[in-house]
């Protein structure tokens, strides 16, 4: 066996009807699900809002600082 006969593995990306599946599971464990991901092996993972990072607070540059304290 080469190499290149090992990485020409078909992708298996999961349906709709399971992901939907996978979702409706997920709430029924009480998550609050804000996303999900799908995997070329087929695998689905579900994301919780409380689990997403916050929102970066507003950027304000050093100059923005340096204006506001004239």
């Given at each position: 066996m080469n190499a290149t006969s090992a990485t020409k593995i078909k992708?298996?990306?999961?349906n709709k009807p399971k992901i939907k599946a996978m979702v409706?599971?997920?709430r029924e464990l009480g998550f609050d699900v804000a996303g999900f991901e799908v995997s070329p092996d087929g695998s689905i993972r579900?994301?919780?809002?409380r689990?997403?990072?916050a929102a970066p607070a507003e950027q304000v540059s050093d100059f923005d600082r340096f204006e506001s304290e004239l």
């Open positions: 992708p298996r990306y999961p409706d599971i997920a579900v994301f919780e809002a689990a997403a990072p």
